[in-house]
């Protein structure tokens, strides 16, 4: 599975963007599909996750202004980003595994993209 997430760029605080993750090699409908981020100097962390049956799970950090949300056809995943933080700066990555639970943790995920670029202006 090879993942492609785009969407990223620079936005001003309470603004709005929604991240893209385009797989290819193999479909994904069954796969667990997540979201993770990293700040500059910190550890990746999970920010949200899908399961195959559209069961949804989010950090406490975004939930409420971020929603995931899968398109099986286009085998795509999305992150819809809003009332963006200047915290929420970070290079968010895609990930996915074919475990049939939602995990947070890094190691439950076989799969990554390249990762794309968000920075929330003050």
């Known amino acids: 599975v090879q993942l492609q997430a785009s969407g990223g760029g620079v936005v001003q605080a309470g603004g709005s963007l929604r991240l893209s993750c385009a797989a290819s090699g193999r479909t994904v409908s069954g796969y667990v599909m997540a979201w993770f981020r990293q700040a500059a100097e910190k550890e990746r962390e999970f920010a949200a996750a899908?399961?195959?049956?559209?069961?949804?799970n989010y950090a406490d950090s975004v939930k409420g202004r971020f929603t995931i949300s899968r398109d099986n056809p286009k085998n795509t995943v999305y992150l819809q980003m809003n009332s963006l933080k200047p915290e929420d700066t970070a290079v968010y990555y895609c990930a996915a595994t074919s475990s049939m639970t939602v995990v947070r943790g890094r190691d439950g995920y076989d799969y990554w993209g390249q990762g794309t670029l968000v920075t929330v202006s003050s």
């Open positions: 899908i399961s195959s049956f559209g069961t949804t």
